[in-house]
């Protein structure tokens, strides 16, 4: 009986190893972990430090040999992970939800549109693509962080500045500091400036809720439908099953049903 | 289970067959203290059955706060989960369905908890033959059929229905204690009268309506409507350390309530649902609508004890009677 709960069991972590830690800004860094599994971009998992507690983190990598977990220090949980090093052991359990339908999309260009720590799963759809280029045709990057030193997966920006088209912006440089393209200004307004119409498009978006909105607007006015968009929602969770009914947006579990939402499946939703 | 065989017996034999069934189960039924209470019963004469349970039964098998795991560092242990073998006796139509909604939620996940406090357990259900509080509404939801034994009292007999397997050979082993009935318990009969005072089934249109608010202006965000809630099934998860060894301790869950601002805070103190109506509606359409969305049956089992038991009285049902067609607050 005892045994049996422990390997039938929803709740308890499996321990995996740390194969690398790379710290991407003063308060960032991304775990490589040797979890093998399959998985779709945009899904996510629970991680645990015993004593701590969990949180769920999104994968930002695509390989059956090992995940990637980008994590920004914004609570307990996440500045206990910042601890961590390589060769450590983390417990995980997942992976959770459903990501971007990238199957689906096939055959379209794709518009990724990130925000801040945002950037983190579409840096998961971005390695996909990379595996599956023959499949999606253009591929249109909008990057937007609050400065320069937030910038995250600095290493990957001037091979995706060569295989896509893409713009990093910064909402302000304040001592001109080294920056990409040295854009200043909301990704917002990057996008409204940018030419874009809705042929064969499809818009992956995660971000901070008011700049999704934002964006969705501007999307809106150059014509893109509400089902060509697909929004990665946050919300509390604790099971990431399906039962513990924290992350509920209306009658949807985030943890189940989501986090990737069609946009015209929730667009009624406000913050409920 | 198509036509369910009902058997007969008078108050004295049901009693001496709940004294046999406490000799072999722990047995637990409403006992009257402060409260009316489930509780294990050593006195056959303790069941009290005027009036229903006010806390309802399912914190037997969704416990307060349990366990899910013990660990030092990374090392867990789950824990060893034993039920007794237990009798319920006593339980309401209307909480009986709550634990046949609670089922449906923890079965979706495989829950190894809620399961393990589910075995081994026996149902015995009360029919009520009038509303037994003035808040009652279960005759306006759709209850379904889910008992081993349903117990109906007709003043100078009873009658027992058999509703399950399980119930069937409960009886067989005990068929001294009652006697053949070719009585039918019809559906109308299970229907019990004046408890039906819920006037809106859909209540889908209603979701930008600015009465909500109205009804809501003296809620406290306490809780007490989801913990007296024989359906809500929400918790949280929390690590427990040792004082001498913060690496060593137990991984919790416990009832939560969506009724409090803390439910759908995320890191940075954002706060999804930050107002008292919005969580008071999520709470409302959860259990009459989404619920029923995903698993074709209402969460709510129309009990009552969310208003009963809420210190201002808040009474959903009475604002949703009120709500007016075609008013909104919705700003499109």
Redesign the interface.
């Known amino acids: ?2 045994k ?3 390997i ?6 499996k ?1 995996y190893k740390i194969l690398e830690f790379n710290r991407e800004t003063n308060d960032n860094f991304t775990l490589k972990i040797n979890m093998q599994v399959n998985h779709d971009p945009g899904q996510f998992v629970q991680v645990s430090i ?5 949180a769920p983190i999104s994968i930002c990598s695509d390989s059956r040999n090992y995940i990637k977990l980008n994590i920004k220090e ?2 307990n949980m ?1 500045t206990a992970l910042s601890r961590l090093k390589k060769g450590d ?1 983390i ?1 995980i359990r997942g992976p959770y939800g459903h990501g971007y339908p990238m199957k689906e999309l096939k055959g379209n260009s794709l518009i990724l549109i990130g925000g801040g720590c945002g950037v983190s799963p579409l840096k998961g759809v971005i390695d996909y693509v990379k595996n599956n280029r023959k499949d999606y045709k253009d591929v249109i990057l909008f990057m937007g962080y609050r400065n320069p030193d937030d910038i995250i997966f600095k290493q990957d920006l001037d091979q995706w500045k060569k295989d896509y088209n893409l713009q990093v912006t910064v909402d302000k440089n304040p001592q001109g500091q080294f920056c990409y393209d040295g854009e200043e200004g909301f990704i917002t307004e990057a996008l409204k400036k940018a030419n874009l119409s809705n042929q064969n498009k499809v818009v992956l978006l995660c971000g901070p ?1 008011i700049m999704m909105k934002s964006s969705i607007d501007i999307l809106k006015q150059k014509g893109f439908h509400d089902d060509q968009i697909f929004i990665s929602a ?3 969770m ?2 990431a ?6 992350c ?4 949807q579990f985030t943890c189940l049903d989501g986090p990737v939402f069609r946009y015209d499946k929730i667009k009624d939703f406000k ?2 | 289970m198509g036509e369910m065989e009902v058997l007969k017996t008078d108050k004295k034999r049901l009693l001496t067959f709940l004294n046999k069934l406490k000799a072999n189960y722990e047995l637990i039924a409403p006992v009257k203290t402060d409260l009316v209470r489930f509780q294990k019963i050593n006195d056959i004469n303790e069941i009290y059955l005027e009036k229903n349970s006010y806390f309802p039964v399912k914190e037997y098998f969704f416990k307060k706060e349990e366990t ?2 013990s ?1 030092k ?2 090392k ?7 039920t007794p073998k237990r009798v319920f006796f006593g339980i309401r139509r209307c909480d009986l369905n709550g634990i046949h909604h609670q089922d449906k ?2 079965e ?5 908890y809620y399961k ?1 406090a589910r075995e081994n357990s026996f149902l015995i259900g009360y029919h009520c033959n009038t509303a037994p509080s003035p808040y009652c509404f279960c005759g306006s939801l759709e209850l379904v059929d889910f008992y081993d034994l349903m117990v109906y009292d007709r003043k100078d007999h009873f009658l027992i229905e058999i509703g399950s397997k399980k119930g069937e050979a409960l009886v067989k082993k005990y068929k001294r204690y009652f006697s053949a009935s070719d009585k039918v318990i019809t559906k109308e009969e299970k229907v019990i009268p004046g408890a039906d005072r819920l006037d809106k089934k859909d209540i889908s249109k209603f979701y930008d309506n600015p009465d909500w608010e109205k009804g809501v202006s003296q809620c406290l965000s306490c809780g007490a409507c989801t913990a007296l809630c024989p359906t809500c ?7 427990e ?1 040792k004082a001498k060894n ?4 137990e ?1 919790k ?1 416990s009832w ?1 309530s ?1 009724q409090v601002p803390e ?6 103190d ?1 706060v ?3 107002k008292r109506e ?1 969580r008071f ?2 709470r409302i ?2 259990q009459l ?2 619920f029923k ?2 698993n074709g049956v209402n969460l709510c089992v129309g009990c009552g004890r969310c208003i009963q038991g809420c210190p201002t009285r808040i009474d959903f049902v009475d604002i949703l009677n009120k709500m007016e067609d075609g008013k909104t607050t919705a700003n499109k």
């Open positions: 009986m005892e049996q709960l422990l039938n069991n929803p709740y308890i972590p321990p015993p004593g701590i507690g969990e914004v609570g996440t052991t417990l809720p946050e919300r509390l604790y099971c099953l399906g039962v513990c009914c924290h509920m947006i209306r009658g913050n409920d | 899910l795991f660990f560092g990374n867990i242990e789950a824990p060893k989960l034993e939620a923890f979706l996940v495989k829950d190894p393990a099934y929400c918790f949280d998860i929390k690590d350390v913060p690496k060593e301790g991984r869950r939560s969506c439910f759908t805070k995320v890191a940075g954002h999804f649902r930050e919005e509606k999520h359409y959860h609508e989404y969305e995903k």
